[in-house]
C-alpha cells in the first residue's frame, strides 16, 4: 500500500483527493496548516477526513516537520498555497514565501535527505496563462499581455490586438501556449512549475504539472472573500443582496467542478503517460460571469437580478479556458459535470451553511492600494 502525502489536504479541492485516495486503498498524509483564511478561526481537520488519513497540522515552511511527513510517504501531490490574484497584488511577500519558498523547501528536502519518493504532482492554475490564447484575423495567433489600468478606466474591456489593434477572438489556450502571467498569484505558480519540473527531471523524480481551471463545488470555503466567485455570489444572494458583477459581465472563464478536478489529479498520479508532464485541467469550455450569476440568481432569489456595475481589479484577466485534449488523450480525464448541474450542487450545500458575505472587505483592500477601480 503506498502512501501519498497530500499538502493542503485539508483544503477544499485536497478533501476530495483525500477521500478518493483512500477509497481506493492509498494510505494518506494530509499536510496543512489549517490557514484562517480558508478554514476559519481555531479550525480542525474536517470531520469527513478523520477516520481516512493521518493529519499532521503544521506549515510547508516549516522544515523539520515537512522532512518528516515526506520520510513518511511514496508519492506526493502539492496543493499547499496562497490563493487569490487580488490579493496577491499587494500581500506579495506572503504570496511568494509560502508558495515559492514552501515548493523550494520540499524540492531541498527530496535532494539533500534520505526519502522513497517515486512521484510529485503539483496543482498549478490557469492563471500562469494570463490572457492565454487568441486570434486575431489580419494577424493570427496573439497571446496578448494583460489590460491596462488606462483601458480599463475607460471600460476598454476587450483584448485587441498589439499590432493592428483589432478586437481578438478567444481561442482554447493549450499546454504549450505562451505564458504571460498577470499577477503575482500567477508569478508564483509559474514559478513553482519551474521549480518542480527542472528538479524532478535532475533528480529522476517523475512530475506532472497540472493547471487547475476555476474550480467550485461544495465544501469550497464560504469564509475567504479573496477568492472563488461562484461562493462569493451566493452569499451576497443568501444575504439579500444582488450579485454585482464587474466589468461588462462578459468576461469568461472555464469553470470545472470539483469532482472532476479531484479524477483528474488521481489520473495524473497513478498514470506513467503523466511524467513528466503539463495538463489543462477543466471543463473545456466558456462560461460568462453573466451567465453564472444568472444561474445562481434563479436557484436562489429571483427577485435580486444582477447588477453590472463596471467596476474593475488589476490583475483580472478578461477571457481563458483550456483546451483539455492532451488530459483527454494521455489520462483519459473526460470532465462529467456541466456548470449547471455542478452550481446546483453546490447551492444545494451552500444554503445550509453558515457564511458571510466579505467582498465589499476585499474590495476595500484593493481600494486602498489603488488596485481597484470603480465605474
Known amino acids: 500500500m503506498e502512501t501519498i502525502l497530500i499538502t493542503g489536504g485539508a483544503g477544499f479541492i485536497g478533501g476530495y483527493i ?152 478567444v481561442m482554447p489556450t493549450a499546454e504549450d501556449s505562451i505564458l504571460t502571467p498577470a499577477s503575482i498569484y500567477a508569478v508564483t505558480k509559474k514559478t513553482q512549475e519551474e521549480i518542480c519540473m527542472i528538479m524532478g ?52 472563464r472555464d469553470f470545472v467542478y470539483v469532482e472532476d478536478v479531484a479524477d483528474g489529479t488521481i489520473l495524473a498520479l497513478e498514470k506513467v503517460e503523466a511524467n513528466y508532464e503539463i495538463f489543462n485541467i477543466g471543463y473545456g469550455k466558456l462560461t460568462t460571469i453573466r451567465q453564472v450569476a444568472e444561474i445562481i440568481t434563479n436557484y436562489i432569489n429571483r427577485e435580486l437580478r444582477p447588477v453590472i456595475s463596471g467596476n474593475f481589479r488589476l490583475g483580472d484577466i478578461r477571457n481563458n479556458y483550456a483546451d483539455i485534449s492532451k488530459a483527454n488523450k494521455l489520462l483519459g480525464y473526460h470532465p462529467k459535470y456541466s456548470i449547471e448541474e455542478g452550481i446546483k450542487s453546490f447551492i444545494e450545500w451552500a444554503i445550509k451553511q453558515e457564511s458571510k458575505d466579505d467582498s465589499l472587505k476585499a474590495e476595500e483592500e484593493l481600494k486602498r492600494r489603488g488596485l481597484f477601480g470603480e465605474a
Open 18 to 169: 483525500a477521500e478518493k485516495l483512500h477509497d481506493k486503498g492509498y494510505k494518506i498524509i494530509v499536510y496543512d496548516n489549517l490557514s484562517p483564511q480558508v478554514h476559519g478561526n481555531n479550525a480542525d481537520l474536517p470531520d469527513y477526513l478523520k477516520e481516512k488519513v493521518e493529519f499532521i497540522k503544521a506549515d510547508v515552511r516549516d522544515i523539520e516537520q515537512f522532512k518528516n511527513a515526506i520520510q513518511k510517504s511514496d508519492k506526493i501531490i502539492h496543493l499547499a498555497a496562497e490563493t487569490g490574484v487580488g490579493q496577491s497584488m499587494y500581500e506579495i511577500d506572503r504570496y511568494v514565501d509560502v508558495n515559492v519558498r514552501g515548493t523550494s523547501i520540499l524540492w531541498d528536502i527530496l535532494a539533500n535527505e534520505k526519502h522513497n519518493i517515486k512521484k510529485v504532482v503539483l496543482s498549478s492554475s490557469r492563471a500562469v496563462y494570463g490572457e492565454g490564447k487568441y486570434k486575431c484575423k489580419n494577424c493570427g495567433i496573439i497571446y496578448p499581455r494583460g489590460r491596462s489600468k488606462h483601458d480599463l478606466e475607460k471600460g476598454r474591456w476587450d483584448v485587441y490586438c498589439p499590432n493592428c489593434n483589432k478586437k481578438l477572438e
Open 201 to 252: 527531471k535532475s533528480l529522476g523524480i517523475p512530475v506532472s504539472i497540472l493547471r487547475y481551471q476555476n474550480v467550485y463545488g461544495p465544501r469550497q470555503s464560504l469564509n475567504n472573500p479573496y477568492t472563488g466567485i461562484i461562493t462569493i455570489f451566493t452569499n451576497r444572494l443568501k444575504e439579500n443582496k444582488p450579485i454585482n458583477i464587474y466589468e461588462d459581465g462578459y468576461e469568461s
